[in-house]
């Protein structure tokens, strides 16, 4: 079936510093969306990117979907401590509507 | 309360048992998901289920049953057990956008 590839598992990073984690499809996305998960907690949704380059900024966070709607990226500037969890990519599940695919997450660890 | 609640929080049981996780949402939301989180790997789709009485195999549904007679239930069985289903469980509905998590379930097979 249709997967969603996350890139990088880990990342750490010191107070201050950008990051970014980055998702690939090997077949066009009709969207894809992005959630975060605090430690011990459960994903929550971020953002819908749908239009092909759309750019959508949420305060620090930037989202990009590619031209091609294959890849999409999640910036985030300047981290600070609350920025830490799991990012999650997810696409839908092939030709079944409403399935979601989630990619394998990127951790964030911010250092004070 | 209106959301989406999963029960138990924690499970501890033996290898070979039956346990069933539940799932159950106040929105009347078509969609509904069961995945398991295990580190490096994400989450994995378990079943979904797009109406009642319509569900779908995911990514890794070996050694599970689903179910879905009402709108708002959703339960999860493992009908026999085995540790390499230990793992963090967590449900999810959605209607058009973004989908709601439960709190999660987690889940020990000794």
């Known amino acids: 079936g249709q997967q969603v590839m996350q890139i990088p598992q880990y990342q750490h990073v010191q107070e201050g510093e950008d990051f970014t984690t980055y998702c690939n499809s090997s077949?066009?996305?009709?969207?894809i969306q992005w959630y975060k998960q605090r430690p011990g907690g459960h994903p929550v949704f971020l953002i819908q990117?749908?239009?092909?380059?759309e750019v959508k900024k949420q305060k620090r966070l930037t989202f990009q979907f590619g031209e091609a709607k294959k890849n999409s990226s999640l910036h985030i500037t300047a981290t600070q401590t609350t920025d830490v969890g799991t990012y999650f990519c997810?696409?839908?599940?092939?030709?079944?509507?409403?399935?979601?695919?989630f990619g394998q997450g990127t951790i964030l660890t911010v250092h004070p | 309360d209106a959301g989406i609640t999963q029960s138990p929080r924690y499970k501890i049981t033996e290898t070979g048992r039956q346990v069933t996780l539940m799932c159950h949402q106040t929105w009347s939301h078509s969609y509904m998901f069961w995945y398991r989180q295990d580190l490096g790997h994400g989450l994995r789709l378990i079943y979904y289920s797009a109406a009642a009485d319509i569900t779908d195999k995911g990514e890794v549904p070996d050694g599970y049953v689903v179910s879905r007679s009402k709108t708002e239930n959703f339960p999860l069985t493992l009908e026999s057990a085995t540790r390499s289903q230990t793992s963090v469980y967590f449900c999810?509905?959605?209607?058009?956008?973004?989908?709601?998590f439960g709190q999660g379930t987690r889940l020990t097979v000794v």
């Open positions: 997810a696409g839908p599940g092939g030709t079944s509507y409403g399935k979601l695919t």
């Open positions: 077949t066009t996305l009709s969207n």
């Open positions: 990117l749908v239009k092909s380059g």
């Open positions: 999810a509905s959605r209607e058009n956008t973004e989908a709601f």
